[in-house]
């Protein structure tokens, strides 16, 4: 059994995004392969909001090491106010002082054969950078997505840091993971000298969540009577904007081909509410609009179960990735309703299912 040293902040008891799905999934999975991994993550206090129902799901073997991180934004400011600095790449950059020390103790004790680290969080990548020199131990990098897209972050500075975090994983890791066919691509074609290097992981969905969430689930309608159409996890108002589809709801409306009591549109923990429920009410859908409040993971997969349809929303600047909730509608195996640009990998995993309709 080889050991694996991984480097995640999203982890449980972590709540509030699905990233933390993906590392909890290959912890657990893979000793099956024969990698017995520890996990190098950061201590609860770094998370803006927590919740232990993951924590049961925790292999009984597993080692978790957590190592003291703070969020600069809520930790280190004054008055709301902190040096830029103090989050490039991100504002748990501080992760590194402890963490470092943490790994090397590890594979001192573990010797553990490669070190693996997960994006969306920067500071990660830079943690299993300094290790991999230190140690020269190989180093997997799993991105997931683009790390310095074109205008993402927005902030030059930011942008920047992005940049130098990224050009130092390409010089050093051995090989680097993303999740999607559109990612990958744009990495071969910006790394020609890495693109052998360079492999595809796409996300996915747990069958044993699943199976407990049918036995959880109510089998009956969300809203008797109504077709409920069910958004789960976050919305974005640059990214994941559902305004169009408020538009084409308000003109069914008026032209009488839609009455309000056919449609519920339900967001759950879609995270920016306010704003979500002032969109809602300029189109006049506030009584067919509802806004709830995160729940337990297998609670959110029964929900999907019990969903009507499914909705999937995705800018046409976001072609390169696939939200990861789209592996989990597709085993709900319910109707899905993509808001996605059809050249993009969002609407080809998709089309690939056979599911639709997918509308720009």
């Not at 559109?182 to 595809?200: D, F, M, V």
């Not at 519920?264 to 806004?291: N, T, Y």
């Not at 309703?337 to 720009?360: E, I, K, Y």
Request: neutral net charge.
């Amino acid at each position: 059994m080889n050991r694996l040293l991984m480097v995640a902040y999203h982890f449980p008891p972590l709540a509030g995004s699905s990233g933390i799905q993906r590392a909890l999934r290959f912890a657990q999975h893979l000793p099956a392969l024969r990698w017995q991994p520890t996990v190098l993550t950061v201590t609860p206090n770094a998370y803006t909001q927590t919740s232990d129902d993951l924590l049961s799901e925790l292999p009984s073997n597993l080692h978790v090491a957590r190592a003291w991180a703070f969020d600069t934004s809520r930790h280190l400011s004054l008055l709301g106010k902190y040096p830029g600095w103090l989050e490039r790449p991100d504002r748990w950059i501080s992760w590194m002082a402890a963490a470092i020390p943490a790994g090397l103790g590890i594979i001192k004790r573990e010797r553990p054969a490669a070190i693996w680290s997960t994006y969306p969080i920067p500071t990660a990548h830079l943690i299993a950078n300094a290790l991999s020199q230190i140690s020269g131990l190989p180093w997997v990098a799993d991105f997931r997505d683009p790390m310095a897209h074109l205008g993402y972050p927005q902030d030059p500075d930011l942008w920047q840091s992005y940049l130098r975090t990224e050009q130092k994983v390409f010089r050093q890791a051995r090989c680097m993971i993303f999740a999607t066919p559109g990612a990958a691509n744009l990495y071969r074609a910006r790394y020609p000298n890495c693109a052998s290097t360079i492999h595809l992981i796409e996300n996915g969905y747990d069958e044993e969540a699943f199976l407990t969430a049918e036995q959880q689930a109510r089998a009956v309608p969300l809203n008797p009577g109504t077709l409920t159409l069910l958004h789960s996890g976050i919305v974005y108002p640059e990214w994941r904007n559902p305004t169009a589809l408020f538009t084409a709801l308000q003109q069914l409306l008026a032209g009488g081909m839609l009455a309000r009591k056919d449609l519920r549109l339900r967001f759950r923990a879609p995270v920016h509410d306010a704003w979500l429920a002032k969109l809602a009410q300029s189109h006049g859908l506030e009584d067919m609009v509802e806004i709830l409040p995160a729940v337990s993971y297998t609670a959110a997969l029964s929900e999907m179960l019990d969903a009507d349809a499914l909705l999937v929303l995705q800018s046409h600047d976001c072609n390169d990735q696939i939200p990861a909730k789209v592996y989990e509608y597709l085993r709900a195996g319910k109707p899905i309703l993509g808001l996605a640009d059809p050249q993009g990998d969002t609407a080809a995993v998709l089309r690939s299912a056979g599911m639709g309709p997918v509308c720009a």
